[in-house]
């Protein structure tokens, strides 16, 4: 049974999709069969993963409404082993439209059921807030990758996040865990970067990845092109970074 791991954090800007997109290719890259869950209105990892959407295509959000079946709405990227299920403006509906809906929470956990057989991975690219996007994703979710941009305030918010995330675990996901922190767009020349590293690893020590993503312009050119950095410039430090990230999972699992 696959994975599920939601990539979240309330701040945008800070390196969610950008995860999700170049991680789910490495880990795909690397034999494992994966898929990705896009739950950003904003829709920015269908589009980084090269998937165009017309005006009828079924997204998450027909699922979540009980408008389509998840398998229906499944499609593949250029990527081998790597699927997508995309996202669109319209997910900014459900936010409010699930708010009637018996058991709101749990809408994706129910839709990712029938699917998680096929998958070694799920990763879900979760909106920049805690609304109910969010929380169904942390509720269908084994864990959580929380990136954290090495930048002023990196850590503003994160005691918000992790105060969600345990009265999640106390009513909707009681085995929800914390998959790790991910410190994203590094800089080793910018002292706010090695400053940012060094608080959150006295506070956070065990929970943080031993991979840093660095900055790394290739990776903020590749979406432009619908390409994760495996296929813009798999030589990038950008690419090595993220193939570094799929092992150290990889290196994980039982
Ligand atoms: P989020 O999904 O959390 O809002 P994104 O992944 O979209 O954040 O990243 C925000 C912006 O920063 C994007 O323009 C992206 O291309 C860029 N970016 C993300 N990670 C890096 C990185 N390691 N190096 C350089 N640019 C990055
Ligand atoms: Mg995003």
Same mark, same amino acid.
């Given at each position: 049974m696959g994975k599920i791991i939601a990539i979240a954090n309330q701040k945008g800007g800070v390196g969610k999709t950008t995860t =999700?997109?170049? +991680?789910?290719?490495?880990?795909?890259? =690397? *034999?494992?069969?994966?898929?990705?869950?896009?739950?950003?209105?904003? !829709?920015?990892?269908?589009? !980084?993963l090269g998937v165009v959407l017309s005006d009828e295509s079924a997204s998450i959000y027909d699922v979540l409404i009980g408008r389509a079946e998840t398998k229906s709405t499944i499609r593949?990227?250029?990527?081998?082993?790597? *699927?997508?299920?995309p996202g669109n403006i319209n997910l900014?509906?459900?936010?409010?439209? @699930? $708010?009637?809906?018996?058991?709101?929470?749990?809408?994706?956990?129910?839709? @990712?059921?029938? $699917?998680?057989?096929?998958?070694?991975?799920?990763? %879900?690219?979760?909106?920049?807030?805690?609304?109910?996007?969010?929380i169904n994703s942390l509720t269908?979710? *084994?864990?959580? @990758?929380?990136? +954290?941009?090495?930048?002023?305030?990196?850590?503003?918010?994160?005691?918000? @996040? +992790?105060?969600?995330?345990?009265? %999640?675990?106390e009513s909707l996901n009681e085995d929800l865990e914390l998959?790790?922190? +991910?410190?994203?767009?590094? *800089?080793?020349?910018?002292?706010?970067?090695?400053?940012v590293q060094k608080q959150v690893e006295e506070y956070l020590h065990d929970s943080i990845f031993n991979t840093i993503i660095p900055r790394n312009v290739r990776l903020s050119e590749a979406p432009s092109f619908g390409q994760s950095i495996i296929e813009y410039d798999i030589k990038s430090k950008g690419a090595a970074s993220y193939i570094e990230l799929a092992k150290e999972m990889l290196?994980?699992?039982?």
């Open positions: =999700a997109i170049n +991680l789910s290719s490495a880990l795909g890259f =690397a *034999d494992a069969k994966v898929l990705v869950v896009d739950m950003d209105p904003q !829709g920015n990892a269908t589009s !980084g593949p990227t250029k990527i081998e082993n790597l *699927d997508i299920i900014s509906a459900a936010e409010v439209e @699930l $708010v009637t809906e018996m058991s709101r929470e749990t809408k994706l956990k129910k839709a @990712l059921a029938c $699917v998680r057989d096929e998958y070694n991975f799920i990763m %879900i690219d979760c909106p920049p807030s805690l609304g109910l996007l969010t269908a979710a *084994d864990s959580v @990758l929380i990136p +954290l941009q090495c930048e002023y305030y990196a850590m503003e918010g994160l005691g918000q @996040l +992790l105060n969600t995330i345990r009265l %999640i675990r998959e790790g922190i +991910l410190l994203t767009m590094f *800089d080793p020349r910018n002292n706010l970067s090695k400053e290196a994980r699992l039982p």
